[in-house]
């Protein structure tokens, strides 16, 4: 099982450039998280769904937008890039709400974005 | 706000130590209480956690004691050895929502 995958790994952007982080999930899993990791700060969450076609926003979305077309794919599009967006990226997915019984958040390995 | 508030932020344990990782919370109904680990490069993976009607969960040489009216839990990792080393998140989820509040992480390292 590849779990969730993270594409890319690392990307360096330029002020004002977009991209998209890429996540899929092979678990069959119906939620899926966006987390930034910023040193010492621990995680913060910035977009999650619990289902295709259902998005809603964590803590810190501005400047972020997300979609869920599939259950696999939750891609993560930065539109304006700041350099506040210099972070590590992290996916996850859980088969039910945290919390929930028996249920975990499984994390990609992430991806390092650094914006000058 | 909601916060979880982790302490200490950086630890240094002697090889068959015990190593000891806080957090406290504030006025907030919070349901469970993971802990993640997180290997350099690797995203965090799931430790070990506990629900508000236990005091104590134990896995191995890992255990979290959960003291709910001082809202404070903490991890304690029994014979610590060189291969624990890692940054370790405490989290907490708020009743009813899909969301883990992380605390600033603990970055352990254990001398061989």
């Known amino acids: 099982n590849a779990g969730v995958t993270q594409t890319p790994k690392f990307r360096i952007l330029k002020i004002g450039q977009s991209m998209t982080l890429q996540c899929t999930q092979d678990?069959?899993?119906?939620?899926m998280y966006w987390y930034r990791q910023d040193p010492g700060m621990g995680l913060k969450l910035i977009y999650y769904s619990v289902g295709a076609g259902i998005t809603d926003k964590g803590e810190v979305p501005n400047g972020y937008n997300v979609s869920r077309s599939t259950t696999e794919d939750f891609p993560l599009r930065l539109e304006l890039a700041a350099p506040s967006q210099t972070s590590v990226y992290f996916c996850?997915?859980?088969?039910?709400?945290?919390?929930?019984?028996?249920?975990?958040?499984?994390f990609g390995q992430g991806t390092r974005l650094t914006v000058v | 706000q909601q916060q979880v508030k982790q302490s200490p932020q950086s630890l240094i344990v002697q090889k068959g130590g015990i190593s000891i990782i806080n957090c406290a919370y504030e006025?907030?109904?919070?349901?469970?209480f993971p802990w993640y680990q997180q290997f350099p490069g690797k995203g965090p993976a799931l430790l070990i956690a506990?629900?508000?009607?236990?005091s104590e969960k134990k896995e191995g040489r890992f255990t979290i004691s959960f003291n709910k009216s001082a809202k404070q839990f903490s991890l304690h990792i029994m014979d610590s050895q060189p291969g624990d080393s890692a940054t370790y998140f405490c989290a907490a989820t708020p009743s009813g929502t899909y969301k883990y509040i992380f605390g600033t992480g603990t970055r352990l390292k254990v001398l061989a």
């Open positions: 006025n907030t109904a919070f349901d469970y």
């Open positions: 996850a997915s859980s088969k039910g709400r945290v919390g929930s019984l028996n249920t975990e958040a499984f």
């Open positions: 678990m069959n899993h119906n939620y």
């Open positions: 506990i629900r508000p009607d236990v």
